[in-house]
């Protein structure tokens, strides 16, 4: 259908109003007419009178355009919550955020414990693989001597009736008392004994 002059497909405002929407329409470039529902939820919370004046008080278009989105947002929200709306909103955000932030701190604290029992469970391991590779030892030689071989990576491999038998030697004592033992039972020599043989048989 051809326009007349000055004229241009009617905008959701002017088609509610059943005005010819001309090209100088303030609401025309925020209120196209594919969106009649949101044009609706605006004009039920503030009417049109107000929308024009909110309007004509920013000189910036930039402006302009953001209050028209803060209003159609709010209408829109006011649709779907009539009575409490943005601050509706508002407070649902604000308790799922503490909800998460809550939950938030909860896996942490047990990521951190976690990871107390990994550090104290290496820690264990460690402690046991060094003690199966390290030695043990129960005492030390006597004069930090070893006596013999079978002493040596630690006391603890020698058997407790084998202290009795000369492979420890306790002190003084022990080295005079084995000395006597072997002055009782030096043998003389055999060629000696010959000898004797010879001047008996003369």
């Known amino acids: 259908m051809p326009l007349r002059d000055g004229a241009r497909p009617p905008c959701a405002a002017c088609r509610h109003k059943h005005y010819r929407c001309t090209i100088d329409c303030p609401l025309a470039p925020y209120f196209p007419a594919n969106e009649p529902e949101v044009f609706q939820n605006v004009l039920r919370l503030y009417g049109i009178s107000n929308v ?27 649709k779907i919550n009539p009575v ?7 407070v649902s955000l604000q308790q799922n955020l503490n909800a998460l ?22 820690q264990w391991e460690i402690l046991q693989d060094n003690s199966q590779i390290m030695p043990s030892f129960t005492g030390l030689p006597v004069n930090n001597q070893i006596i013999n071989d079978q002493s040596v990576g ?23 008392a084995i000395n006597e033992v072997l ?18 048989e003369e």
Do not use: W
Request: net charge negative; aromatic share 6%; hydrophobic share 25%.
């Open 52 to 78: 024009t004046k909110i309007l004509n008080q920013l000189n910036d278009n930039v402006e302009k355009q953001e209050a028209i989105i803060s209003i159609k947002y709010e209408s829109n929200i006011r």
């Open 183 to 200: 002055a009782s039972t030096t043998m003389e020599p055999p060629f000696e004994d010959l000898g004797d043989q010879d001047d008996n």
């Open 154 to 176: 630690g006391l603890s491999n020698i058997p407790n009736d084998q202290y009795n038998q000369g492979f420890h030697f306790g002190g003084p004592s022990d080295h005079n």
């Open 101 to 122: 932030m809550n939950e938030l701190q909860r896996v942490r604290l047990l990521l951190e414990s976690h990871r107390r029992n990994n550090i104290n469970n290496q």
């Open 84 to 90: 409490h709306g943005c601050y509706g909103l508002t």
